[in-house]
């Protein structure tokens, strides 16, 4: 599947990325700068969509860090329908969680053209790559993390070239971040 889809249910794919491209464990170097207002902005997002999708790697984080955790945003992660898509994951513990193991990019296809509110996908790993090289994701939201870090690099090999034209830019939520918000270019 290498074309943009029209589905009425929106992807959102939002990441954390370092000042130099990084994307991989934004929990070891984005802490600091994720304050208040951001984890505000974020629940607020989180609450517009019906389900969660994530790979493996994102569910392992995830499925340890928010059943423990309380208050709203907690809340709202730990009811919310979540789909993990993984060949090597049998079953999920993470109440509400399906685990998917047939190809991202036609399962995600399908979740789309199902009723519902909003998809979201946190994170750009080798899942949030498939789905952007897939022409799946209707809106990027990047938030720039004012550091330079080592770790996986955004944009990969072999992933494929796609345009995205600017929706919104400007300072981030909390002091020293910046959010970008972009949606795909449609083919004509």
């Known amino acids: 599947m290498d074309s943009i889809d029209d589905s009425p249910r929106r992807l959102l794919l939002t990441a954390l990325v370092s000042l130099n491209g990084v994307v991989g464990e934004p929990l070891t170097w984005a802490g600091p700068y994720f304050g208040p207002r951001s984890a505000a902005h974020s629940l607020k997002v989180l609450q517009r969509c019906g389900a969660m999708l994530m ?69 750009h790993g080798q899942f949030g790559q498939t789905l952007c090289d897939a022409g799946l994701v209707d809106e990027l939201s990047l938030t720039v993390v004012p550091v330079f870090t080592e770790g996986t690099p955004f944009y990969r090999p072999g992933s494929h070239a796609r345009a995205w034209e600017l929706v919104s830019a400007g300072p981030g939520r909390d002091p020293g971040l910046v959010s970008l918000t972009y949606r795909p270019v449609r083919p004509e």
């Open 55 to 123: 790979g493996r790697r994102t569910y392992e984080v995830f499925s340890r860090q928010w059943p423990a955790a309380s208050g709203p945003y907690a809340e709202h992660i730990n009811a919310m329908s979540k789909y993990v898509f993984s060949s090597t994951l049998e079953e999920a513990e993470w109440t509400n969680t399906t685990v998917i193991s047939k190809p991202p990019a036609e399962a995600v296809a399908e979740l789309k053209r199902a009723e519902g509110r909003d998809l979201i996908v946190y994170g």
